[in-house]
């Protein structure tokens, strides 16, 4: 009996204690973003942020080679406690709309599709100990993935940020 | 690669077979949502889910439109509401459909896991309302309970209730699971489930019909208790949240004293409002629950009293720091963790209580195969005289640390890891809150595979995880039972 209630305790308070992140890319889920490119741009020629209606996000690198990707505030609200997030493996090469991770709260699984195609670099190691990373700052140091993108022209089919809150709105 | 993809083929031919059984069969990315919708007769495609499904709640309910099986036959058919709707939505619920209802599966207070935790250290109030409640009395009640269940109902202490199953007709095979209260002597209450409303009323419309034609159109009453509401308040403090509000007018204390009101017991008792009157109604207070906490199951009637349900569940949750409310989500993980089975996932028409490791539903003066009469007796009692030719059976597996293990993994024996064997399926898995996050899950193995203690694996998105058959339940159930 005490064991169990000592090993119920710590998780109980460690979960309740977690704030958010106070992270220039946090999104607070009710928040509404008034224009279309994000505050933190700070060389709008090469960084691009885009989204898909799989609730994904893939932000371009400077120099446009390389990015990362990870799940939307959105997705990470609805999902609830994030527990275990499935990394991908080093230089699997991807396809656009094929798994390139999943995460996992107690309830449900999900698979996070890459947005483009392209080469995995390396998966985020602080969700291997951390999963709940993904909710305290799903946009920020909760991303999954960085790739080395096969083509960056294949981002300008995806969603621009006021496109994606449309889709979650509707 | 190459080892991988031999596996992947295992998969579709372990998804065919399992399809051709009528197995319980999700993706790997099946949820909550999904598990607690679909009925065991859906064989569910194996479909990888992304966020989208996952997420989008509108996305669920058109899924659950089309996958509902009782009212809603037809995507376009309103889902029902319980008579505590409106208080879910003020609590700031987020509302799935369930079994034909738009069921809360958590509120805004707390997170999943928080309010997992809180029922198991505080108190949590469910709305069950959308389960359904009978009533069965006539000189024909005993007989026909004994009939459709292996149950000894007639050894039933008045006001005492006991887990049974319904029974199909020459299989055995588990039409529902229910919970049986004897009320008087030829006077039955019992509480089956909502996801099989329509299965249910057939089966016991049918069995009813049959034991009227020979017996006489008095010889059974049966009613659907439709306008009753249902809580149950589960957690540790469950008892000192409700035994304040009892109202002690013209009652006898040895009535109203909730502490001599043990596990399996139920007492008809009425509680008093904030004015000081008493409720319109006494309510039916079941020491019981599906949480494996102490707890009470409450039937509230509304005759002449539609507000009884949300002034009893106000009154229930008077003093937050105590009581709060708890959904579908925290109630699916309490009830693993308790090793308890969800209809339709852990159990199905495809197993016999046997099978399922519920072989103790059987009543003991029941399994004489002579004078059992219970439908799929010789089926039942021929497994139990000898387990070795059941040919799956449900276990508990602990999974390694990783991702859990989900309904539809498939579970392998890799004593030749050059060869693994699919030996079974997962029907329920999830990392447990009350053990830190440890994976468990529930399944059926292969006969010779059930002993604790096993080592086996499963599959989860095509790698390879350790598991071992262990006992359940994971947490030590917290019944009032009374003193040895």
């Known amino acids: ?170 | 690669m190459s080892s991988v993809r031999i596996l992947t083929r295992g998969v579709d031919l372990a998804a065919a077979r399992a399809a051709t059984l009528n197995l319980p069969r999700a993706s790997i990315g099946s949820t909550v949502l999904r598990r607690e919708l679909s009925s065991a007769a859906i064989v569910r495609p194996t479909v990888r889910r992304s966020l989208k499904a996952n997420a989008l709640v509108t996305d669920v309910a058109s899924r659950a439109a089309n996958q509902a099986v009782r009212y809603a036959s037809s995507s376009s058919e309103p889902l029902s509401k319980t008579q505590l709707y409106d208080l879910h939505l003020e609590h700031g619920a987020k509302m799935v459909p369930f079994a034909g209802f738009d069921m809360p599966l958590q509120y805004a207070d707390l997170s999943h896991v928080e309010s997992h935790m809180w029922t198991r250290e505080k108190a949590s109030l469910f709305d069950v309302s959308h389960m359904v409640q009978h009533q069965l009395s006539g000189p024909g009640a005993i007989d026909l309970l004994k009939k459709v269940t292996p149950s000894s109902v007639d050894k039933l202490a008045p006001n005492s209730s006991t887990l049974s199953c319904l029974l199909e007709e020459g299989t055995g095979g588990i039409v529902d699971d229910c919970v049986i209260t004897r009320r008087g002597e030829d006077s039955f209450y019992f509480v089956t489930n909502a996801g099989r409303r329509a299965e249910d009323l057939a089966f016991l419309s049918a069995e009813i019909d049959a034991y009227r034609s020979k017996h006489g159109a008095d010889s059974i009453k049966w009613e659907i208790l439709a306008d009753r509401a249902l809580v149950a308040l589960q957690g540790p403090l469950a008892a000192s949240v409700l035994q304040p509000l009892i109202n002690t007018a013209n009652t006898p204390s040895s009535e109203t004293d909730l502490s001599t009101l043990y596990f399996g017991n139920c007492r008809e008792l009425y509680l008093t409002l904030p004015d000081g009157s008493a409720t319109a109604h006494p309510l039916l207070i079941s020491r019981t629950g599906y949480t494996g906490e102490d707890g009470f199951e409450i039937s509230i009637p509304t005759s002449g009293a539609p507000s009884l349900p949300r002034q009893v569940t106000e009154l229930l949750l008077t003093d937050s720091s105590k009581s709060r409310l708890a959904g579908l989500a925290a109630r699916d993980s309490l009830r693993l963790e308790a090793g308890m089975c969800l209809y339709g996932h852990d159990i199905t028409t495809a197993q016999t209580p046997p099978a399922a490791a519920l072989g103790w539903i059987v009543g003991r003066d029941r399994r004489d195969p002579v004078s059992a009469t219970f439908n799929g007796a010789s089926v039942i009692l021929s497994q139990l005289a000898s387990p070795k030719t059941i040919p799956q059976r449900r276990v508990g597996l602990t999974v390694e640390k990783g991702p859990p293990a989900r309904e539809g993994a498939l579970v392998l024996d890799i004593s030749d890891p050059a060869n693994p064997v699919e030996v079974g399926v997962i029907t329920s898995g999830l990392p447990s809150p009350s053990l830190g996050g440890a994976n468990i899950a529930m399944g059926y193995v292969n006969q010779g595979l059930h002993k604790k203690g096993t080592e086996l694996a499963v599959k989860v998105r095509n790698k390879v995880r350790k598991a071992t058959v262990v006992g359940m339940p994971w947490i030590t159930s917290k019944f009032h039972r009374p003193p040895q």
């Open chain 1, 1 to 170: 009996m005490s064991s169990v209630a000592r090993a119920i305790r710590p998780f109980a308070s460690r979960v309740i204690s977690q704030k958010p992140l106070a992270s220039a890319c946090q999104v607070s889920p009710a928040f509404r973003f008034p224009r279309g490119t994000r505050s933190f741009s700070q060389s709008p020629l090469s960084q691009v942020k885009k989204y898909t209606e799989s609730h994904e996000w893939i932000e371009l690198a400077e120099g446009g080679k390389t990015a990362k990707i990870g799940i939307t505030d959105y997705a990470a609200h609805s999902l609830g406690d994030v527990v275990y997030v499935e990394l991908p493996e080093v230089d699997l090469e991807i396809v656009a709309g094929e798994p390139v991770g999943a995460v996992e709260s107690v309830k449900s699984a999900s698979d996070v599709l890459s947005p483009v195609s392209g080469k995995v670099i390396k998966g985020n190691s602080v969700l291997e100990d951390k999963a709940k990373t993904i909710n305290e700052s799903p946009e920020g140091e909760g991303w999954i993935a960085e790739i080395e993108v096969a083509d960056a022209a294949e981002l300008d089919a995806l969603l621009d940020e006021a496109a994606y809150k449309e889709t979650i709105d509707a």
